[in-house]
């Protein structure tokens, strides 16, 4: 596998992760990207680089970002997101993949894309219910302020410098994994007569 279409699957799989934070920050970034010519989009994905596109997934980036500080809100996005970040954690993927069959395109891009954005997205989901359960919403505008910014940070480093961004994506998923640890219920051991 050549280092150009290796690159180009770490960029997808960053960005992937990134939706599962904000859906649309990195369709905005990556729309961006196309736009200025950052990185090349697959001939079918072009589209995703034009001004309408820019112009539209910004609008959509704003508005998300703003909705997730109103109370009860954000509850309601979240039920919403798990399936756009399924879609949008693939396509992103799709967009980015270089050099590869279709047939193993998609089955990354749906597999490796879709998952790691639907585990994220989940993952955060129940952190804001969670946050909402325990301290009546007042703590979510904290919980979306580090969505959001752990969404452009996992952006702008997919986009420049994709190794960091897959590197950062592994620290999450151990992050996650040590969290769910730690709050997942304790199984009661049975005793023995």
Do not use: C, Q
């Not at 989009?41 to 704003?62: H, K, M, Q, R, Y």
């Not at 909402?132 to 919980?143: D, F, L, Q, Y």
């Not at 410098?161 to 950062?168: E, F, K, M, R, S």
């Amino acid at each position: 596998m050549a280092s150009e279409t290796l690159i180009s699957i770490f960029l997808g799989v960053g960005l992937a992760a990134s939706v599962g934070f904000r859906v649309f920050v990195p369709l905005f970034a990556l729309s961006l990207a196309g736009f200025y010519d950052v990185i090349p989009l697959n001939d079918s994905w072009e589209w995703v680089g034009s001004l309408a596109a820019v112009i539209a997934l910004g609008v959509a980036t704003i508005v998300e970002i703003f909705a997730y500080y109103i109370p009860w809100v954000d509850n309601l996005l979240d039920t919403i997101a798990v399936p756009l970040a399924a879609i949008a954690g693939t396509a992103v993927v799709v967009a980015t993949a270089a050099d590869l069959d279709p047939v193993v395109t998609w089955a990354l891009a749906i597999i490796a894309g879709g998952g790691t954005a639907t585990a994220i997205k989940g993952t955060t989901s129940a952190a804001r219910l969670t946050s909402t359960a325990t301290t009546g919403g007042v703590a979510n505008p904290v919980v979306s302020t580090v969505e959001t910014a752990t969404a452009s940070v996992m952006s702008v480093a997919s986009i420049f410098v994709p190794i960091i961004a897959i590197i950062l994506v592994v620290l999450i998923a151990i992050l996650f994994r040590k969290v769910y640890r730690k709050i997942r219920p304790k199984k009661v051991r049975s005793e023995e007569f």
